[in-house]
């Protein structure tokens, strides 16, 4: 499986982004797709994830801000993370993530930087 990830970029604080994440290869219908930040010096950490039947998880510090969601057309593959009211603190990298029977993929990151 592989992850393509886009829509990273540099914003002002307070402003909005769209990151799209679309899978490939073997895909496996139930699976969970999320998206993961990475800032320097930090850990990755839990953004927002989805599962095949549309069940949400969203990490405190996003949750009122932020959404994902899949796809209409490619549900099984395709997931995007809406991110408004941006702060300094959303600035990292942004890794998407497909999990199906135990195994995980990563996609290649996309920056975010936020600037106030």
């Known amino acids: 499986v592989q992850l393509q990830a886009s829509g990273g970029g540099l914003v002002q604080v307070g402003g909005s982004l769209r990151l799209s994440c679309a899978a490939s290869g073997s895909i496996i219908s139930a699976n969970v797709m999320g998206w993961y930040r990475q800032a320097p010096g930090k850990q990755r950490e839990l953004v927002a994830t989805i599962t095949s039947g549309g069940l949400t998880n969203y990490a405190d510090s996003v949750k009122g801000r932020f959404t994902i969601s899949r796809d209409r057309d490619n549900a099984d593959k395709t997931v995007s993370l809406q991110m408004n009211s941006l702060k300094p603190e959303d600035t990292a990298t942004y890794y998407c993530?497909?999990?199906?029977?135990?195994?995980?993929?990563w996609g290649q990151g996309t920056q975010v930087t936020v600037s106030s």
């Open positions: 993530k497909y999990v199906a029977n135990w195994y995980s993929y």
